[in-house]
């Protein structure tokens, strides 16, 4: 058995996290049942389930923004992840070549007994299988083993140049969000272009008499109600105005907002607070713990008020 990474003065591989995670998550289901039932999984498939999942996690990466250095990690850990697929492909198939030989050497000796046992006796190739399927079992193992070494090498260099990358990518974020937001904003110069030639055809279809308009030329769709409703799902006269506002704001969400975790990282999340949070109180932001005591005066004034108590008690009354 190999000896604990405290023990061998090293970082715990995947294998032992994920390990160490599933006999804690096996602990706590058998503590929660007390012993009644069985778990779907054992403490070691899990740790395999986990282990691939935490692989997955650390060879994910953008899909539209390439780094030289990150590419460098990315072609290791390309070749290693091929690499991992044939040697998997070939435990496979050494595997079933196990699983297949005592059948096969039956027969074949079944054969030669049948052709009046001339000859040399066939040799039994189990152990000669069994061999093949250890050798490719090994380098599996191999292979995995600088896979997750590779993986670490790759998650080590986010994490030293995160904030640089992040620079990057908010600048690339940014650049598309204020193309996003100039395209909404040319909507409108669009639209009255089209709202102008509309008149005109309008003009032309009615000379000499007056010309005659459709509908409501601010509103979306003219203010007909069906294809409104069919995109959008509101029987309400929407001014394309605000359909274009929407768009900016669209643009502003994509830009600014984040899940808490991002938005730490980005500097955009707001102090934490009990709501979202658990929390020591002495490290309750200040101006926030005088908010919501604002509030809850205002709460109680509102609700303590002459003419509410007065409106309760004829309430009461009745």
Known sequence: M????????????VEEKSLDIAQTDVAKQ?????GVGHLPVGPEEAARELAEGERALRASGPRNRRWKALDKHDDVVDRLTQKRTDAGARLQSAEEAVRQAPERDARTLA???????????PPATVYERTVERDAAALLVSAVVMELDAALERRQEHVEKHRQAMLEDA???LEAATNKLRAASQALVDLRQQALDVRALVEWVASYPDYSQSYGFPGALCVGLQAPVERTLGTKARIDF???????????????NRFGREVAHALGLAKPDNPTVTAMWDADVDPAWKREQLERAREIAGWSASPDRVAAEASDFRQ
Not at 246 to 255: I, K, P
């Open 2 to 13: 190999r000896s604990p990474s405290w023990a061998r003065n090293e970082r715990p591989t």
């Open 30 to 34: 058998r503590l929660h049942t007390r």
């Open 111 to 121: 054969a030669w007994i049948a052709a009046g046992e001339k000859g040399a006796r």
């Open 170 to 172: 908010t600048g690339d």
């Open 241 to 255: 105005g605000a359909v274009v506002e929407a768009l900016g704001e669209d643009a502003s969400c994509l830009r």
